[in-house]
């Protein structure tokens, strides 16, 4: 597998599993929540709950904006103050009512009055601070501390890029190949840009936060988003879900799928290569092991998410539906896969043939087979073509495989001396096997040859182009030795005279003699490029032209 392939892999399996960790660690939010915030410049200063026929987003928005109001009229001084003249205490600001405190707001059924003093002082303390935060010196150093922030996030990132830079000059140096090279420049080059996104983002969300404008418009930004997230959209199995829950969803089965690949590796690598068994019983085994964590997972996932697997039961015959109409070409190649991986009429690492494709089987999964071509070109091949179609599997049970080689000498060749030297380049070659031994049959009278067949028997199947190459080379070189001539086709023209009943006239005598000086002229041509000078057929002419 090249670097390039891991690189990608590396950042896929980096992003489920930050993904995953993210999204599960987020906990369950109730759709309907009891309590609501009370909220000066984005800040929360404490959460009220349900009192009577009053909601808490009904209370906090009322003690929200009364605060917002005391906070705009900055000539007047606030004060804070509790009245307890009443059966409930209530928060004051100015004479006006913010917020009665009752005995929902203390889960722990603490005393009122107490709490209700506390959360005065939160208020007054958050007044004052609103009130600062729009004099001009703050506003001031606001702005100073922004410059600062951009200015600091624009010398860190020129530091990431002369560091990327460096470290890419260092790579160059070495050297390596076009391939191995852009395998670690890919998630290098990801990685600095996470970085540069990540400060960006931390820059301008600490500039929104130094602002009470700019923080209360992003907390109701922030607000928007959870309200979306968290809002129901769907009822499955008697609950309903929201987005975040869907990404929740997403995320488990993220961390699930790394794990399987993990398990996948760490069974093939650590566990099935120290048992002895093929390469193609251990990817047999970590596939079907691999299939099995999954499903098993899946189940673990769906039951953590909170569904219930009875509550599936219409969804898996509206499934069944689908795979019947529209995914019935998924359904049979997956089929056809399980029956490739279970019947193992073709392995990983068996060298097939099918159609006018020929190579190793690299991979098998569910739905395809990796054929890798003796181009070292990967085609992927749907699994029902090998249940459909005739497969000539070199390696099936056993590797040992035979080659023939037609051999054509010409008439009049040693027929012994042809034999011995086609069996003696046989066993010259290191690759062909003594058990069984060679074999040379004469398969007959051909138009220009004597036509020989040479058997040989090999025990690498995709090694037999290069073993057929090499024995034509030696056998070509033993006939020269020995005068064995492989002859090329060829064909003889024969012109024979005969008695006319009348007498040629002088026209017809000189368009023979024309066309025999032709011919003649056409056939010393022929001779004279094949470099050969053929005596019979100039024995031949010259009766021709005797004859004329």
Not at 27 to 49: H, K, M
Not at 265 to 273: D, K, Y
């Given at each position: 597998m090249s670097n390039s392939r891991l690189g990608?892999?590396?950042?896929?399996?980096?992003?489920?599993?930050?993904?995953?960790?993210?999204?599960?660690?987020?906990?369950?939010?109730?759709?309907?929540?009891?309590?609501?915030?009370?909220?000066?410049?984005?800040?929360?200063?404490?959460?009220?709950?349900?009192?009577?026929?009053f909601s808490a987003r009904e209370r906090a928005d009322q003690a929200n904006d009364i605060l917002d109001e005391k906070i705009g009229s900055s000539n007047v001084p606030?004060?804070?103050?509790?009245?307890?003249?009443?059966?409930?205490?209530?928060?004051?600001?100015?004479?006006?009512?913010?917020?009665?405190?009752?005995?929902?707001?203390?889960?722990?059924?603490?005393?009122?009055?107490?709490?209700?003093r506390q959360w005065a002082a939160q208020i007054e303390t958050g007044l004052d601070r609103a009130r600062y935060e729009r004099t001009n010196e703050y506003f001031t150093q606001a702005v100073l501390l922004a410059v600062a922030c951009a200015i600091l996030a624009g010398l860190l990132s020129a530091a990431?890029?002369?560091?990327?830079?460096?470290?890419?000059?260092?790579?160059?140096?070495?050297?390596?190949?076009?391939?191995?090279?852009?395998?670690?420049?890919?998630?290098?080059?990801?990685?600095?840009?996470?970085?540069?996104?990540a400060l960006v983002a931390s820059v301008l969300f600490y500039i929104t936060y130094l602002f009470p404008q700019t923080r209360q418009l992003g907390h109701d930004i922030a607000s928007a988003l959870f309200v979306a997230l968290t809002s129901e959209l769907f009822p499955l199995g008697g609950k309903s879900f929201s987005i975040l829950d869907l990404l929740r969803l997403l995320g488990l089965f993220a961390l699930l799928v790394v794990a399987a690949r993990s398990f996948?590796?760490?069974?093939?690598?650590?566990?099935?290569?120290?048992?002895?068994?093929?390469?193609?019983?251990?990817?047999?085994i970590a596939t079907i092991s691999n299939y099995i964590f999954i499903f098993i997972g899946a189940i673990v996932v769906i039951q953590l998410w909170g569904l219930e697997l009875s509550s599936l039961t219409v969804f898996a015959?509206?499934?069944?539906?689908?795979?019947?109409?529209?995914?019935?070409?998924?359904?049979?190649?997956?089929?056809?896969?399980?029956?490739?991986?279970?019947?193992?009429?073709?392995?990983?690492?068996d060298f097939v043939e099918i159609g006018e494709l020929m190579g190793t089987v690299e991979h098998i999964s569910a739905r395809s087979t990796t054929i890798l071509t003796l181009d070292r070109i990967s085609v992927i091949v749907p699994n029902s073509r090998f249940l459909e179609a005739e497969v000539i599997n070199w390696s099936h049970r056993s590797p040992v495989s035979r080659l023939k080689l037609p051999v054509g000498v010409a008439y009049g060749s040693h027929l012994e001396t042809v034999k011995n030297t086609l069996l003696e380049a046989a066993r010259e070659h290191p690759e062909v096997l003594s058990q069984p031994p060679p074999l040379v049959f004469f398969k007959g009278f051909g138009d220009s040859s004597l036509d020989f067949q040479l058997l040989v028997w090999i025990a690498d199947p995709l090694k037999q182009f290069r073993?057929?190459?090499?024995?034509?080379?030696?056998?070509?070189?033993?006939?020269?030795?020995?005068?064995?001539?492989?002859?090329?086709?060829?064909?003889?023209?024969h012109l024979r005279s005969g008695n006319f009943s009348g007498e040629m006239s002088p026209q017809l005598l000189e368009s023979l003699t024309q066309l025999s000086y032709s011919l003649a002229q056409w056939l010393n041509h022929q001779e004279s490029n094949n470099g050969n000078g053929v005596k019979d057929r100039a024995v031949r002419r010259d009766e021709t032209d005797r004859r004329i």
């Open positions: 990608f892999k590396f950042i896929l399996s980096a992003i489920a599993i930050a993904l995953g960790i993210v999204l599960t660690a987020i906990p369950a939010v109730p759709v309907e929540n009891s309590t609501a915030p009370i909220l000066l410049d984005g800040r929360t200063l404490f959460q009220v709950s349900d009192s009577g026929r606030i004060e804070v103050e509790v009245d307890t003249t009443q059966d409930i205490p209530v928060i004051r600001v100015n004479e006006d009512h913010v917020l009665s405190v009752t005995q929902e707001d203390i889960p722990d059924g603490g005393n009122a009055t107490r709490q209700a990431l890029g002369w560091l990327w830079r460096h470290w890419r000059r260092l790579l160059l140096q070495r050297q390596p190949s076009e391939g191995e090279r852009d395998g670690l420049e890919l998630p290098a080059r990801f990685v600095l840009t996470v970085l540069r996104l996948r590796q760490i069974l093939r690598s650590r566990v099935l290569n120290l048992t002895g068994l093929s390469r193609a019983a251990q990817e047999t015959g509206v499934l069944g539906v689908g795979i019947g109409l529209g995914l019935q070409g998924i359904a049979k190649e997956f089929i056809s896969g399980l029956v490739i991986i279970f019947e193992r009429p073709i392995q990983v690492g073993i057929q190459s090499d024995l034509y080379f030696l056998i070509e070189g033993l006939f020269r030795d020995r005068d064995v001539e492989i002859p090329f086709p060829q064909r003889d023209l």
